[in-house]
């Protein structure tokens, strides 16, 4: 059974359809002839340009509109508002509002105000020489000392340093058989080492490898390390043996902390000096620490990403930790006051080491001996009497010292006719007699 009204719109979609087809082959309204510009206003059919077909002149965002050829329009004519005449005087220009300058010409500006840095002088034929040896933490600290005395005529600074040697490998780079020769050949005036960072490994005694920190491993790298040193006492040269410093692995700072040990046992048996710069790259608790202050107390990047190597600013507080006792090996005077380092300053009054006088020293006292308890002479004068005859002199009664027991003092008798007044003289009250 078909609903009401059914039939009506069956009707009405029968006619829509057949407008639909009629717009397929039946040009719209307003639309050229021309099969180029016909194509270019070709786009789909819609219901709306069907029942509105003066819409469809408005053209659709997006989509080119085709243009009758000319004379198919009559040109219309302006309006009054569009031909009205433009003013002929030109609109006076603006003024141009200055810009406020970019960053970074200012950042520029900023570092081209700071001095530059001198450059390094030339050394004088006589200048002492500091050879430096030992790993890549030697080859820092070489570096830093290189910079450090640039502007200094009577230093030079040797780097000799092998950046993967240690005491371990001996087959690879034997330095205790070698420094002597680079003695010999540089005649330094002093030598600083900074070795042990590439030894945390194996090591190879007779026919058995060893391994780290083992007893044998710790005895016979310990044996090494004093033959180096012995090799540089027997040149007759000064030697700063600089301690390593914290690195990023746990593990690593473990070893570090059992090499320096070693270095400073031997560089005290050898007579020689000992540098300890672990704090100087660690924090409060005693760990790696890859920012902290330079040698000014500002704070920088002290290390690189790897955590082992150093950085400009590192290697610059490497060598501040070796500065003062490596001028005081060479004699070189501090160039902050142009005294020589580890001598007295003039103006302070002080007497030069070796003569300033012996302190007497006076034994302790036992407080038990009586011997001993302040002798015949007080403050350098003679006692009158003698200590013993002082002491041992019997009392005289009645004074202070009298401590024998006594009765009540005996009261004279008044004579006749005479008051008895109290001890403040005042003269007792009188009692009622009855």
């Keep these: 059974m078909q609903s009401r009204g059914s039939k009506p719109a069956r009707a009405f979609r029968s006619a829509i359809l057949c407008l639909i087809a009629a717009a397929a082959v039946v040009p719209l309204p307003g639309a050229v002839t021309d099969a180029g510009a016909q194509e270019e206003t070709q786009r789909p059919w819609s219901l709306r340009g069907i029942l509105y077909p003066d819409r469809e002149r408005i053209q659709r965002p997006g989509r080119q509109r085709a243009e009758p050829p000319p004379g198919a329009m009559p040109a219309q004519p302006r309006s009054p508002q569009a031909a009205r005449p433009q003013p002929s005087a030109a609109k006076p220009a603006r003024k141009a509002v ?110 058995v490898r060893e391994p780290v920190r083992s007893q044998a491993w710790a005895r016979e790298y310990a044996a090494r390390a004093a033959s180096f040193a012995s090799e540089v006492v027997g040149g007759r040269t000064p030697m700063i043996w600089l301690g390593t410093p914290s690195f990023k692995s746990n593990r690593m700072n473990a070893d570090m902390l059992a090499f320096n040990e070693i270095y400073r046992s031997v560089a005290a048996d050898a007579g020689l000096e000992f540098v300890e710069v672990w704090d100087g790259f660690a924090g409060e608790d005693g760990k790696f620490v890859a920012t902290g202050p330079d040698v000014s107390g500002r704070p920088v990047r002290l290390r690189s990403e790897d955590g082992i190597n150093l950085t400009a600013a590192g290697k610059q507080k490497l060598a ?71 002491i041992t002199a019997p009392p005289v009664p009645g004074r202070v010292d009298d401590y024998a027991v006594a009765g009540p003092p005996a009261t004279a008798p008044l004579e006749k006719g005479a008051e008895r007044t109290s001890a403040l003289g005042e003269r007792p009250a009188e009692t009622d007699k009855h």
């Design 98 to 207: 200055p810009k406020p300058a970019s960053r970074a010409p200012q950042a520029a500006t900023a570092k081209a105000a700071l001095p530059p840095e001198p450059e390094p002088v030339e050394k004088a034929a006589d200048a002492k020489v500091v050879l430096v040896v030992g790993d890549f933490i030697g080859s820092a600290a070489a570096e830093g000392l290189d910079g450090l005395f640039a502007q200094e005529a009577k230093v030079r600074i040797v780097d000799r340093t092998n950046g993967a040697s240690g005491l371990v490998r001996d087959d690879y780079f034997d330095w205790p058989g070698r420094i002597a020769a680079l003695i010999e050949t540089e005649k330094p005036a002093a030598v600083v080492v900074a070795i042990g960072a590439n030894d945390r490994q194996p090591m190879r005694i007779g026919s």
């Design 320 to 390: 501040f930790y070796t500065e003062k006792e490596l001028r005081r090996l060479l004699g070189l005077t501090s160039p902050q006051t142009g005294v020589a380092v580890g001598q007295p300053d003039a103006a302070s009054g002080l007497p030069p080491p070796g003569q300033v006088p012996a302190v007497e020293r006076t034994p302790p006292i036992s407080l038990n001996d009586p011997a001993l308890d302040g002798g015949e002479v007080l403050l350098g004068a003679t006692v009158g009497m003698p200590r013993a005859a002082v």
